[in-house]
């Protein structure tokens, strides 16, 4: 099969790699460059345990392809702490008990990332519905809105987590 060279800069860093046209940009992530904090779940875009930051803009990377996104910035949650400091999305899923068995996880903080950037002060409405594309099976919504409400006071923004 044909092989398509494709640049992608993940998290800061630089990679070059030859993909299948019909490589899907989570598993170029998780296979190819072993980002697996980028979950695969339904593949139809329907639960978000696949979203990354693509130029920014939180995607379903199970239903980009690779050759699409080539020479993009990608940002996957492995790029969310700094020198093993805990981003406040991180911190705030942890200590609101956001993390339930943690799969849906890095979708929903790349989701709130995206959302919060735009809108730093956000309402319960307002979170829940940003996040209605990302689903927790678990069904551990409360927490999770929670910690999005937590991490934008703690990003700047001036809502209180109840």
């Known amino acids: 099969m044909t092989h398509h060279d494709i640049g992608l800069t ?11 046209p019909r490589t899907l940009l989570a598993h170029a992530l998780r296979d190819e460059l072993g980002y697996t904090g980028t979950n695969v779940g339904c593949e139809t875009t ?15 990377s199970c239903t980009v392809l690779a050759v699409q996104a080539d020479g993009t910035e990608v940002e996957t949650v492995e790029g969310l702490s700094d020198d093993g400091e805990f981003h406040p999305l991180q911190e705030s899923f942890q200590k609101e008990h956001g993390l339930q068995c943690g799969y849906c ?8 990332l995206d959302f919060l950037e735009d809108n730093p002060d956000p309402d319960d409405a307002e979170i829940r519905e940003a996040l209605e594309g990302n689903i927790c099976r678990c ?24």
């Open 10 to 20: 993940v998290n800061g860093t630089e990679h070059e790699l030859s993909v299948e």
């Open 46 to 60: 329907m639960c978000g345990a696949c979203t990354v930051l693509l130029d920014g803009d939180a995607v379903k």
């Open 139 to 162: 069904t551990g919504y409360q927490n999770i809105l929670n910690a999005v409400k937590s991490a934008a006071d703690n990003m700047g923004g001036t809502s209180e987590a109840d």
């Open 105 to 112: 996880t890095p979708g929903m903080m790349m989701t709130a």
